[in-house]
């Protein structure tokens, strides 16, 4: 990103970007930074295609048109499916290292394969930027930026606690921020009672509630929380994924645990929020390691009954929450 930053502040660049990776908002984010920086809100040179199937040479032929009374033609393709082995790909590929000094390509994907000539290529004479989420410290700083800008303050377990409800995604935790700033009108500090009030659990915390559930052995109470997944559409094969990952964290932290590792230092390995960690350790507490593989074993199990027709999505869920203690 810092390359990305740097160029779209000294104003000098690359012949062709690639923006992709997980992290939706950073995507939408740069991508209008470098549609304003590139066009300075002119439309006349600007071109934008979505979806596969796009015209590579209609493509080719607009980067190779001089821009009308401007320094730059951007032209901007989403989700194009040409890193994925669409067809136009090689023409691309042939076209990067002749592409004008007038004309910038900017790619936006969902889907890269990082083995691909034009990826390659693009690596080659241009930038190729992978927007991830980001790292609990990062996500934090963030968040206390947007809060300072709105005259609030946050201590730093407060914000542990909030990045808790509010998960990963920068989308979300934006919104979540407006809706404090919204519910703190009049005040300077943000206190854990407002997030608790004001914030919306994400998934991640139900299962949490559900594993916890499952180790104090009340089954019906992780039915319970499983219903409520269900009734918010989440698909059933998500939240057996979302179990897995959790069962495999808890693994994680518990060989860490054992080889005498603190809080801050697992968070730090695991690039996790501390916060977590500290309900992870209490988690991995509760079980000895022996059941904790067993659940990630029932997990795959429970998976492979799915993908081969033996069991329905829903039911398979249900029977990993019961298997133990029915």
């Avoid at 062709?16 to 990776?21: I, M, N, R």
């Avoid at 409800?165 to 921020?177: H, R, V, W």
């Amino acid at each position: 990103m810092q390359t990305l930053n740097q160029d779209i502040k000294d104003r000098t660049f690359k012949p062709v970007y690639l923006l992709f990776g997980e992290e939706a908002f950073l995507k939408k984010s740069y991508k209008s930074r470098l549609r304003e920086a590139l066009t300075d809100g002119d439309t006349m040179n600007y071109n934008y295609f979505e979806g596969k199937g796009m015209n590579v040479n209609e493509i080719i032929g607009l980067a190779d048109t001089m821009p009308f009374f401007a320094e730059k033609r951007l032209i901007l393709m989403e989700d194009s499916g040409f890193f994925k082995g669409g067809a136009g790909a090689d023409e691309l590929t042939e076209y990067m290292g002749g592409i004008p000094e007038s004309t910038c390509l900017v790619f936006v994907e969902s889907e890269v394969d990082k083995r691909s000539r034009l990826y390659k290529a693009v690596k080659k004479y241009g930038y190729a930027a992978e927007l991830s989420h980001q790292e609990p410290a990062q996500l934090a700083r963030w968040a206390a930026g947007i809060l300072s800008k709105n005259g609030r303050k946050i201590t730093g377990r407060t914000m542990e606690f909030f990045l808790s409800k509010a998960g990963d995604d920068m989308e979300n935790i934006s919104s979540e921020l407006e809706k404090l700033i919204s519910y703190t009108l009049g005040r300077e500090v943000i206190t854990d009672e407002d997030v608790e009030t004001i914030c919306t659990t994400q998934v991640t915390n139900k299962i949490f509630d559900m594993i916890t559930a499952i180790a104090a052995r009340q089954t019906r109470k992780a039915m319970d929380l499983y219903e409520d997944l269900l009734t918010l559409k989440e698909p059933p094969m998500r939240i057996l994924f979302l179990i897995a990952r959790q069962f495999n964290q808890i693994l994680q932290v518990k060989d860490l645990m054992g080889k005498g590792m603190d809080k801050s230092t697992i968070a730090s390995r695991l690039k996790l929020q501390p916060f977590v960690v500290g309900k992870i350790m209490l988690q991995a507490k509760t079980f000895t390691r022996e059941q904790i593989l067993s659940y990630v074993n029932l997990c795959v199990d429970a998976e492979e009954g799915v993908k081969t027709g033996k069991l329905q999505d829903r039911l398979a869920v249900e029977l990993l929450i019961a298997n133990k203690y029915e």
